[in-house]
């Protein structure tokens, strides 16, 4: 079991976590969401599944596309991931 933040709003602490939670997806749904739990999200799986999402591989290819396919077996957590945290 997690052991709940106490943060005070706007406290550089609190930009902090507010920024790394709009630009890390994997974190925000593991850490702020508490989804890590429940799924279980792993970083192997789940982190370059959270970056393909976000659009923030590094590769150009991949990140400019229009059009984005996630294709995993149920049970992974893709809808958990992609559709309800981002």
Request: aromatic share 12%; no cysteine.
């Amino acid at each position: 079991m997690t052991t709940p933040l106490t943060i005070v709003a706007g406290s550089p602490e609190w930009h902090k976590l507010r920024k790394r939670a709009t630009e890390d997806l994997f974190w925000f749904a593991d850490v702020v969401l508490g989804y890590g739990e429940k799924v279980p999200l792993t970083f192997s799986t789940h982190y370059a599944m959270a970056r393909f999402a976000e659009q923030r591989t590094g590769i150009p290819a991949l990140d400019d596309a229009h059009f984005q396919l996630i294709s995993v077996p149920r049970g992974f957590g893709k809808s958990t991931l992609v559709t309800k945290a981002h």
